[in-house]
Nanobody, 125 residues
Framework: QVQLVESGGGSVQAGGSLRLSCVMSGGTFYNYGLGWFRQAPGKECEFVASFYWNGNYVHYTESVKGRFIISGDNTKNTLFLQMNSLKPEDTAVYYC??????????????????WGQGTQVTVSS
């Protein structure tokens, strides 16, 4: 059974950067869709970014394009989210997730079914 553990969250001022990590155990990245989601207080869980395990079909939600970069290290089964130029509206709990099927034409609709416990990101103005 796949397990995911996120780290790297914290508190930063607006304009700052953070790098989130997500380590997978109990499996490998092979053939998985890999993604990041976030949930702000009082809001629904929101898709942030994803890609297919081989690095193809990268997709970002519009609000993070040009600021966030999703990447992975297949040799270490570790997923990353580099977050730059952070804004207060990026404040949320961030989750990594995997999908056994990846809808390359609309990745946010992929069936992400394994999730980490989340890591808090707080951006102050």
């Amino acid at each position: 059974q796949v397990q995911l553990v996120e780290s790297g969250g914290g508190s930063v001022q607006a304009g700052g950067s953070l790098r989130l990590s997500c380590v997978m155990s109990g499996g490998t990245f092979y053939n998985y869709g890999l993604g990041w989601f976030r949930q702000a207080p009082g809001k629904e869980c929101e898709f942030v970014a994803s890609f297919y395990w081989n690095g193809n079909y990268v997709h970002y939600t519009e609000s993070v394009k040009g600021r966030f970069i999703i990447s992975g290290d297949n040799t270490k089964n570790t997923l990353f989210l580099q977050m730059n130029s952070l804004k207060p509206e990026d404040t949320a709990v961030y989750y990594c997730a995997t999908a056994t099927a990846y809808y390359y034409n609309d990745p946010s609709k992929s069936p992400f079914d394994s999730w980490g416990q989340g890591t808090q990101v707080t951006v102050s103005s």
